[in-house]
């Protein structure tokens, strides 16, 4: 299947603050991954690292907060970067499981708080291209 | 997507044999974990886990996982993991549970 038309395309989705709506969130990172030509397993990462960003702002997130979250898939040729933005300052704390894992499955993890929001940029590019 | 448990007594080898299809987040963890639990306060045994169905699991199931696992450890059991996918596998190495965990491939048959 051709690949060559995502070189700078960017999709976008807004979720509730709702555990339920993760899965909605890996069926979309997993098929962004697979149209950008990532491999079987970089596809693993990418979904369970989505996942737990997607977790991670929802258990961080002040009890009363309704607004929804949104995650950005921007692909720029082999590189992959994800943004999830949310609202409140969400503290991380030393050793939580998400992000340890997000550090793990993705090239890259940045966390910015300010203004009452939260956003995590997160990078994967291809391997294989490495060995080409 | 949603999981499933499927769990039977096995007398001969006297322990809980589940079996988890699915996908298992935080959407579900909780309910995983209160499922297994009411198991174990059945028949204080060990238990293995087959995760030859389980697609997917996230840091909060990995988290109830070890909750279950306090609770067997505590009346001197243990769990067994089975057949878990090598991108399965690789979180729990990610997060250090696969120390923690017996963790068996395909041709084991658990009677280590």
């Known amino acids: 299947m051709a ?3 995502v070189e700078q395309d960017c999709i976008q989705l807004s979720l509730p603050l709702n555990a339920a709506y993760v899965s909605a969130a890996r069926l979309t990172a997993s098929s962004v991954a697979n149209r950008m030509g990532f491999s079987t397993d970089e596809i693993e990462d990418i979904k369970a690292a989505v996942s737990e960003a997607c977790t991670f702002v929802i258990r961080k997130a002040p009890a009363n907060a309704s607004e929804n979250f949104l995650i950005q898939f921007h692909m720029s040729g082999d590189i992959m970067t994800v943004n999830i933005q949310a609202r409140g300052e969400l503290r991380q704390e030393a050793d939580e ?3 340890i894992m997000i550090k793990a499955l993705m090239n890259q993890l940045t966390i910015e708080i300010e203004n009452d929001e939260t956003v995590l940029y997160m990078t994967k590019s291809h391997t294989k291209s490495l060995f080409i | 997507m949603d999981y499933a448990l499927d769990s039977i007594f096995d007398p001969d080898k006297k322990r809980w044999s589940v079996s988890i299809v699915g996908e298992v987040d935080i959407f579900n963890s909780a309910d995983m974990k209160k499922s ?9 045994t060990d238990m293995v886990l087959d995760c030859k169905y389980l697609d997917y699991i996230d840091s909060t199931a990995l988290g109830a996982l070890v909750g279950v696992l306090k609770h067997v450890k505590s009346y001197g059991g243990s769990i067994y993991l089975r057949n878990v996918k090598p991108s399965l596998s690789k979180l729990f190495k990610i997060t250090n549970l696969d120390k923690v965990f017996l963790m068996e491939g395909e041709d084991d048959n658990g009677s280590k």
């Open chain 1, 3 to 5: 690949v060559n038309n």
């Open chain 1, 97 to 99: 499981m998400s992000l």
């Open chain 2, 36 to 44: 297994l639990t009411e198991l174990i306060n059945q028949k204080n």
